[in-house]
């Protein structure tokens, strides 16, 4: 069972940046393709990015684009979404999600598609 967990969230300043991390243990990563979701207060969860398992195709929500970097570790089983340029509607709780295949670009973004999720690190954009 691949477990994973998220970290790197808190509070910054718009126009900050933040880097979350989702670190995966219970089974090698290296198979999985990992994806990062939001859900904003009284909104429903939104796929924000993913990466393949081999790094090799990272897909993004439009809104995101340009401002956050997903890139992954496998050695150290971890994948980060860097998040710069950071605006007041970014504020969510961040989960990472995984499941044992290839993304693509009618995939990635649906809930239903991952099979492992993290419990969630909140970031607040605020001045």
């Known amino acids: 069972q691949l477990q994973l967990v998220e970290s790197g969230g808190g509070l910054v300043q718009p126009g900050g940046s933040l880097r979350l991390s989702c670190e995966a243990s219970?089974?090698?990563?290296?198979?999985?393709?990992i994806g990062w979701f939001r859900q904003a207060p009284g909104k429903e969860r939104e796929g924000v990015s993913c990466i393949s398992s081999s790094g090799d195709s990272t897909m993004y929500t439009d809104s995101v684009k340009g401002r956050f970097t997903i890139s992954r570790d496998n050695a150290k089983s971890t994948v980060y979404l860097q998040m710069n340029s950071l605006k007041p509607e970014d504020t969510a709780v961040y989960y990472c999600a995984g499941r044992r295949a290839y993304p693509t670009s009618s995939t990635w973004f649906r809930e239903y598609w991952y099979e492992h999720w993290g419990q969630g690190t909140q970031v607040t954009v605020s001045s």
């Open positions: 219970g089974f090698t990563v290296d198979y999985y393709a």
